[in-house]
């Protein structure tokens, strides 16, 4: 890393083979807090195809080390990590704000999650479970083991900055393989951050390697190598079809969480003021760019005018602002682009004839003059076709939908092509478990709101939220590892399974 004393901004490298180097492109690109562009955090590089095959060849390599160190002996280096990565939870949480905008309660939250991810993972070095089974032969032994896949490429979102990366890294390390990691664009810093922590607890060089830039140049090339084996990708479901094309050819384990429109069913018999709560909490934290995000809420009709009031009320007196400053409840969205989507959806909101309760416009004066800030907004009386009820709208939106029964908000729920998260709001358990059956989604709450998740319970989604697999608990070692089914004959004797069955 160095410093540019004209610029004032520092410029930060690649991690490849243990060592910090530019991009072969002499490009950079700038990376700007979203609550106030006139902040530069840094220069990061504009890597190349070029840099990510450096990278590539240093994981290969090695990778021939890494996989025959002890799984435990793994762990301790991640053990090692998880307590460095706590030790500074603040700086980094900082770092975070100023970075993608959301508020540091959640940014906070955000390294917790890789602090929980790497003690929990690296406690699957001494675990790593396969399964010994008597065979049907005798004088022989039948056993499964996991086996690592090789070089792993993770490309990753900014809304999590540090947890979703943790979420793939350390799974594939633990497991043996060794990683070349892209991170967003928008988040390289809490990517670097993650990265040199992994560096200092002993991770060895080229077990982990970063390079920045852009989806196009960078992802690209990851996945169409050859020496990829694995791809794990994080993001929206229109980049994550072409991730899966791309890797298909090379019959790559492609593992994807996608985009989402998750809903909260309201019951007449709920708990309002807790639904409330949950609906505000799941609807604008993170200014509402989390894929586990309430965008939608479906509401009986018996209280949906109660609610409705109570509802925007709160959403009213939501304190917006830089996420940085303690009283702040809802910061900027993460950049233009994205501000620019929501700025369309609520127009297409308002062509489609919904009611737009409160919110509706981007802040631009005074404190907000300088960052991409934009009013939390609710639309009443929408129709579960709308596009504002169908489409991923990734901000601080939400479609309130009235229901008349059990059986339409659950015919609602499901209505879409998503299938992350889902919850309901009531006080009745036979609801509450025909619920948890009768949704599609990978999660499930109960009385608590879409987002939440817990690390050693899997994550992901069904339907065009992913593609089967799992990240987090003990699933995610199936994305990051393969398994090997190995016979030991110790009869001395030809035996043949299936036809030697005569004898006992
Ligand atoms: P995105 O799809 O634009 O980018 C995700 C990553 O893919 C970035 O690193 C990006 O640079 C890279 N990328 C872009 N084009 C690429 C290409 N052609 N080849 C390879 N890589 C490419 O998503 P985003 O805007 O960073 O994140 C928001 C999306 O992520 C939302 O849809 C959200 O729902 C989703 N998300 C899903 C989960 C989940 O677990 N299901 C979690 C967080 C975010």
């Known amino acids: 890393m160095t410093t540019t004393t004209a610029a004032k901004a520092t410029t930060y490298h690649n991690f490849i083979d243990g060592a910090w180097v530019p991009s072969v492109s002499g490009d950079s690109f700038e990376n700007r807090n979203p609550a106030n562009t006139g902040d530069l955090l840094g220069v990061f590089q504009k890597s190349t195809p070029a840099d990510v095959a450096r990278a590539i060849d240093a994981a290969r390599r090695a990778f021939e080390l890494w996989r025959l160190v002890p799984a435990p002996r793994r762990a301790e280096i991640l053990f090692r990590a998880a307590q460095l990565i706590a030790d500074r939870k603040d700086a980094l949480a900082r770092d975070m704000t100023r970075e993608m905008g959301k508020v540091l309660d959640e940014t906070r939250g955000d390294v917790q999650e890789a602090i929980d991810m790497t003690f929990f993972m690296a406690g699957e070095g001494r675990r790593q479970y396969g399964q010994t089974v008597p065979s049907e032969l005798r004088d022989k032994f039948a056993m499964s083991v996991r086996q690592p896949l090789g ?35 928008l988040t390289p810093l809490s990517a670097l951050n993650f990265v040199r922590i992994l560096a200092e607890a002993g991770v060895p060089p080229g077990v982990v390697n970063l390079v920045t830039g852009g989806g196009g140049e960078v992802g690209n090339a990851l996945i169409s190598s050859d020496d990829v084996r694995v791809v794990s990708f994080t993001g929206s479901t229109e980049v994550g079809r072409t991730v899966s094309e791309r890797g298909a050819p090379s019959f790559k384990k492609v593992h994807l969480e996608m985009g989402g429109k998750n809903v909260i069913i309201v019951m007449d018999d709920a708990n309002l003021d807790l639904a409330v709560d949950g609906c505000v909490w799941g609807g604008f934290g993170t200014s509402g760019q989390r894929c586990t995000a309430a965008s939608r809420v479906v509401v009986h009709e018996k209280i949906y005018k109660t609610f409705l009031d109570r509802f925007v009320a709160r959403v009213r007196a939501l304190r917006i602002g830089d996420g940085s400053e303690s009283a702040t409840q809802m910061g900027p969205v993460v950049g233009d682009s ?30 907000f003059a300088k960052g991409f800030f934009h009013e939390p907004t609710v639309f009443a009386d929408v129709a579960p076709s709308m596009r504002i009820a169908q489409e991923e709208i990734f901000g601080p939106v939400v479609s309130v939908i009235p229901c008349r029964s059990y059986e339409e908000a659950v015919a609602i729920g499901n209505n879409v092509q998503y299938g992350l998260s889902a919850s309901i709001y009531t006080q009745d358990v036979n609801r509450a478990f025909s619920a948890m059956r009768d949704l599609y989604t990978g999660i499930f709450y109960v009385n608590a709101p879409t987002i939440g998740a817990e690390v050693h319970l899997p994550f992901g989604g069904t339907n065009a939220t992913g593609n089967g697999h799992r990240e987090a608990g003990t699933a995610a070692l199936d994305v990051f590892s393969e398994w090997k089914s190995i016979y030991v004959d110790f009869s001395g004797r030809l035996q043949r399974a299936q036809i030697d069955t005569a004898d006992l």
Request: proline share 8%; aromatic share 8%; with cysteine.
């Open 151 to 185: 070089v792993c490429a993770v490309i990753t979102p900014w809304n999590f900055p540090m947890a979703i990366p943790s979420w793939k890294i350390i799974p594939a390390l633990v497991c043996g393989n060794t990683v070349v990691f892209k991170p967003a664009t």
């Open 338 to 367: 994205q501000l620019n989507t929501v700025m369309t959806y609520v127009q297409i909101g308002q062509q489609e004839g919904a009611r737009l309760l409160c919110g509706g416009h981007r802040l631009d004066q005074g404190i």
